[in-house]
């Protein structure tokens, strides 16, 4: 049976100490929980201290990467590969989130090759996908999804539907404070479940988990996981504090 995921993307925000300080403090938090899946994606250079103080408690989060490069070394400054995402520790990895694909340029494809790269390393991917605001719009939700999912997932070889994480980030919802409707989200969900299972399998498809993220706070979180096809939260700013997070 699938297991709640609940991650927090803290973006280009903590410094090592101030990483290892809030782990320390949300571990002994979430010490009990032990349905659900929890990871955290702090920086690159946090990553290692990240990984090696929860190995210290002893505590059950994953550490994962808010991005990578598909290729495994090379002439390409500034980047990080899978390869030394694993050599540090962590076991999950974002691709396609907006602020790649819109700030950066990131096309599917090369989102594409991001993935492959890394669930062939291993590496779980929070893969994320999800409509601008003028194209909600202008009624191209589904369009945008179905192109993010088909580009995205081509050729990508999975022997299991954990191996994956779908994220449904609105673009207009993310860091706007404007709130995706748990209705909205559970629309949008439902059709990236449709468009699994036409891809792989029905089974397939109800076994991999479709999490949503977009502004998700304390006040909206008990009303988007009631919904049926919300297996997780993807958070972001609310991550960034540990009693809201918890």
């Known amino acids: 049976m699938k297991r709640f995921f609940a991650g927090g993307n803290w973006k280009m925000r903590k410094t090592v100490p101030e990483t290892i300080n809030y782990i320390e403090k949300f571990a002994e938090k979430v010490s009990n929980i032990?349905?659900?899946d929890i990871a955290l994606f702090p920086s690159f250079v946090s990553l290692y201290p990240a990984v090696q103080t929860v190995k210290k408690l002893g505590a059950q989060i994953f550490i994962g990467a808010?991005?990578?490069h598909p290729e495994p070394q090379g002439a390409f400054t500034g980047e990080v590969s899978g390869e030394m995402i694993l050599s540090a520790g962590a076991k999950m990895v974002v691709i396609g989130h907006s602020e790649r694909r819109h700030i950066f340029g990131e096309s599917d494809q090369f989102i594409n090759a991001k993935l492959r790269h890394a669930i062939e390393l291993g590496l779980t991917p929070v893969f994320c996908i999800g409509e601008k605001l003028e194209e909600r719009k202008a009624?191209?939700?589904n369009d945008v999804i179905a192109r993010q999912l088909e580009l995205g997932l081509n050729d990508v070889k999975l022997t299991s539907p954990e191996e994956l994480i779908i994220a449904y980030e609105p673009v207009w919802a993310i860091g706007t404070g404007v709130n995706a409707t748990p209705e909205q989200a559970e629309e949008a969900q439902s059709f990236i479940r449709e468009l699994i299972a036409s891809h792989w399998n029905n089974d397939f498809a109800e076994e991999l988990r479709i999490v949503y993220g977009g502004s998700v706070n304390p006040d909206n979180a008990p009303k988007l996981i009631v919904k049926p096809?919300?297996?997780?939260l993807f958070v972001g700013t609310a991550s960034l504090?540990?009693?809201s997070f918890t």
Do not use: A, L, S
């Open 34 to 36: 032990t349905n659900i």
């Open 66 to 68: 808010q991005n990578m």
């Open 139 to 141: 009624n191209k939700t």
């Open 229 to 232: 096809n919300i297996d997780g």
């Open 241 to 243: 504090d540990v009693e």
